[in-house]
């Protein structure tokens, strides 16, 4: 059996769970949630990712999907987006559900894995989708999201992203009451986008196990959207896991500065750097034409899991490789039917059986269930906090 077929055949038995897909966000982009036009039960590689029988030739098992809307929209602009979002998601599982299965909890996954079916969470990706509220947290957690990511691209009022100018200095008073409620309803805390600042605050006040849920090793490709290595040192204390992404851009040292000035292109064309539309794509294709773009590829992702494994150990390891929600992706995991080609360069490289089910499938459920246990005996201790930003963020008299 050469080391594809024993990658399948692992992943038959250890599926991948991945840890963020932006499948939702481009069924709004392109066709406005029209799901007719962008039917996943068939072939979509001329327009996503992502549909049905790619996810089973990846051996997929789990997914994390993102409820993602972009972190300029204002205030409850945000909300609704989101829900309409988490709309979205439903449908999806109400119009597949021989393949797809709602997870709310480990034993939901461990359930879906019995039955052949993918389980899908939800994963809200940057806290202002929860406008200062945390009575919205929670009624974004009974809807069945799973994870918050505490930012996106831009800060919040009280926690500072990877790519903004520092804010807060990390977490505010009610940022760590944000953490402290999250972990009270078994929510878990998402650190990819936050900066170095936020995670170790995250770090420090979360009793539960956090989350990366599509970030990679900073050592190996020094982007602030990645993690450093003093953070993934304190995973094996806390319990959590870092899932490494798939994104050029962050992964591959050449692909920065060619995406920088890609993204420059964009926004000289009056287009959104984030635009994954035909007109954006297009311009992209013309400067990739004048500009040959770095290209990752498999061992460029193994490279960091490498390193990750290395530094906070193979049980706080995962994968998210954030399909639909990025424009390029390497060679050999051009969307989501690649997984086995990444697991087949892993064996290549010396990893077990026992090491490679850990990271796709042991350790995200773990993770999830201790993340739960945390939130039945915090609520056991006490309710739901009604702090407000303005009472815990009010500046000193």
Known sequence: MDRLEQARALLAEHPVVDGHNDLPWAL??????????????????AHLHTDIPRLRAGG?????????????????????????QVDAVAELLERHPGDL???????????????????????????HSINNSLGT?????????????????????????????????????????????????????????????????????????????????????????????????????NGGIAMATFVPKFVLPAAVAWTQAADENLRANGLHHLDTTGRAMKVHAEFEAANPRPMATVATIADHLDHMREVAGVDHIGI???????AFLPQGLEDVSGYPNLIAELLGRGWSAA????????????????????????????????ATIEQLDAPAA
Request: proline share 4%; hydrophobic share 40%.
């Open 355 to 386: 090491d490679l089910a850990k990271l796709t499938w042991q350790n995200a459920v773990r993770v999830l269930r201790a993340a739960e246990d945390v939130g039945r005996e915090l609520r056991t201790r006490r309710g739901p906090s009604h």
């Open 320 to 326: 998210g490789g954030d399909y639909d929600g990025t």
């Open 60 to 84: 997929v098992g789990a997914q994390f999907w993102s409820v993602y809307v972009p972190s300029d929209l204002p205030g409850d602009d945000a909300v609704s987006a989101t829900l309409e």
């Open 137 to 237: 947290l929670r009624g974004l957690h009974a809807l069945g999201v799973r994870y918050m990511t505490l930012t996106h691209n831009d800060n919040t009022d009280w926690a500072d992203s990877a790519t903004d100018e520092p804010g807060v200095g990390g977490l505010s008073p009610f940022g760590h009451e944000v953490v402290r409620e999250m972990n009270r309803t078994g929510m878990l805390v998402d650190l990819s986008h936050v900066a170095a600042t936020t995670m170790r605050d995250a770090l420090a006040t979360s009793t539960a196990p956090v989350m990366f849920s599509h970030s990679s090793a900073r050592a190996v490709c020094d982007h602030p959207r990645n993690i450093p290595d003093d953070v993934l040192g304190l995973l094996p204390a």
């Open 28 to 45: 709004r982009a392109q066709v406005n949630y029209d799901m007719d036009a962008r039917d996943i039960a068939g072939d979509q590689s």
């Open 101 to 127: 299965r709602r997870a709310l909890s480990a034993d939901d996954m461990e359930t879906a894995r019995a039955e052949g079916r993918i389980a899908s969470l939800m994963g809200a990706e940057g806290g």
